[in-house]
């Protein structure tokens, strides 16, 4: 770990050097299957029970391409405003690593699926930053190692390590940006910005469930420095695998007064892929970063090219989606947000769930209540984001229709969503476990009521002589009778017949 004194104060690296960066975002598609064999996806699967020969590599095994990979593949592309290639084909990138079980990658070199693209990525204060795009190509995951008996997970002091292939054939999409200039001080803000538009715009195409706790989403961040009266990029380092927003725009901002430090103290930069730490907000070395003449590159020989129609492109075309920040300016205008209503909805990754809640039958300002209050409280408590609590939309809107209809009290409502939380079942079946629904007989209610005017004729003087707020306080003491089941405003009305009968 570098420590804290080889650090350059971020103001004077800004003043002293022009950061240069580029992104390369790997996403796990969501097919069923995997790139080039039938073995089935799913995450979180007992290790080594999602293989064949082929994932495995075993001699005499044939890949076949995933049709629907290749359809994500493009539509990917599209969205990100990307040419579509009217012939491309595989390639093997050759390096050893134990988790490459056929010690080859098959991927795309020089032919990608979708190049020269663009994204326009918005900052929190309303500046749009173009994003240009390299390409977008196709290829396989590799297997994933587990390292044991270290401190730090990683084989450098580990007593053994173990190999799970289920991963290994997973279809990726590699989505890489040209080099990213001018950004000065806000570069980490714009590594930030992108990857989470990236990731918006993935999920609107639903070619994957973006989760970067998962490893579905991974970001390799590059980043260089120029001095200010230089007319070429500096040497780049690699940090890889950052699986969080956050950790992309601080592995960014750290690399760049790591560099700075090294460079101002006459040190040169060493081409490589450095490693990121969670806990600390630091990178350190990893392997010296190969050129891709060190790859091997040549034509995969079991796969023949791919040639799509530009009538197959175009119906792909027509599948895209309205796109995450359209959508957004739309919901904004529908549900009167001010920009910074919408930007803290955004923050807490509420929009979404928001919408679908909408679509489910609630209104705006009921389905943003509880998004934004109970359930963001629960997320930030669980430690995980919005949108992987228990709980549907769907269910939610449940819940605020019930409310409505007088089923449940907001208080009850409250009741409910802790039980759905907690796995007990859809809303309704919570209710009828935990017994919430609404005390809605007036009879019980009458009951209640003349009981707690019995045992406080102080305040039935006080109600019978006008002063009607007294009545608060039976209403309190009836709620409390029946466990909050009742309609408050049904007893405030039997309070008021019951004291003048």
């Not at 098959?106 to 240009?132: C, K």
């Not at 910005?193 to 609107?204: G, K, N, P, Q, S």
């Not at 919570?430 to 005017?453: N, Y």
């Amino acid at each position: 770990m570098t420590a804290a004194a080889e650090l350059m104060d971020y103001d004077e690296v800004i003043a002293k050097f022009d950061p240069v960066l580029g992104l390369e975002v790997h996403v796990e598609l969501s097919t069923h299957t995997k790139m080039f064999c039938g073995c089935p996806v799913a995450f979180g699967a007992e290790p080594n029970t999602q293989v064949c020969p082929t994932c495995l590599g075993l001699p005499g095994a044939l890949p076949v391409v995933n049709e629907t990979a290749v359809e994500s593949a493009i539509r990917i592309g599209l969205a990100l405003n990307c040419e579509i290639a009217e012939w491309c084909r595989f390639a093997r990138k050759n390096y050893f690593y134990p988790d490459m079980p056929k010690n080859f990658q098959t991927s795309q070199y020089d032919e990608p699926i979708a190049f020269n693209g663009w994204l326009d990525v918005e900052l929190e204060d309303g500046t749009v930053v173009r994003v240009d795009i390299e390409r977008a190509h196709m290829e396989e995951d590799t297997g994933k190692s587990l390292h044991v008996g270290g401190a730090t997970g990683r084989i450098h002091g580990a007593e053994h390590s173990l190999l799970d292939y289920n991963r290994a054939g997973v279809p990726l999409i590699e989505i890489v940006t040209k080099p990213i200039v001018g950004t000065g001080e806000r570069a980490p803000e714009v590594a930030r910005a992108y990857v989470t538009a990236l990731r918006d715009l993935l999920r609107a195409l639903g070619v994957s469930d973006v989760r970067m706790d998962q490893g579905s989403l991974r970001c390799d961040a590059n980043v260089s420095l120029m001095a200010k009266d230089a007319t070429e990029f500096g040497t780049r380092t690699e940090t890889k695998n950052v699986n969080s927003l956050r950790s992309v725009e601080r592995a960014v901002r750290f690399e760049m007064t790591r560099q700075a430090a090294v460079l101002e103290s006459g040190g040169t930069i060493r081409q490589e892929t450095r490693h990121f730490d969670e806990s600390t907000g630091s990178t350190s070395p990893g392997r010296a970063k190969e050129t891709s003449e060190d790859y091997r590159y040549f034509p995969e020989p079991d796969l023949v090219p791919i040639a799509p129609s530009r009538e197959w492109v175009e119906k792909l075309r027509a599948t895209l989606p309205e796109m995450p920040w359209v959508r957004r300016k739309r919901i904004q205008q529908e549900w009167n947000l001010s920009d910074l209503e919408l930007r803290d909805l955004l923050n807490v990754g509420a929009v979404d769930l928001i919408a679908a809640t909408v679509d489910a039958g609630a209104s705006p300002a009921e389905a943003r209540a509880w998004w934004v209050s109970q359930l963001a409280q629960e997320a930030n408590t669980r430690g995980i984001e919005l949108a992987d609590l228990p709980i549907k939309p769907g269910q939610v809107a449940e819940i605020i229709k019930m409310v409505a209809e007088g089923t449940l009290t907001n208080k009850l409502a409250r009741s409910v969503v802790e039980g759905v939380l907690a796995g007990e079942g859809e809303p309704a079946a919570v209710v009828e476990k935990r017994g919430l629904k609404v005390v809605s007989d007036d009879s019980a209610l009458i009951a209640a009521v003349d009981e707690a005017l019995a045992n406080n004729p102080d305040v039935l003087d006080k109600i019978r002589s006008g002063k009607v707020q007294a009545a608060g306080k039976i209403v309190g003491d009836v709620m409390r009778a029946t466990k909050g089941q009742a309609n408050a405003k049904r007893v405030q009305e039997l309070v008021l017949e019951r004291s003048n009968a």
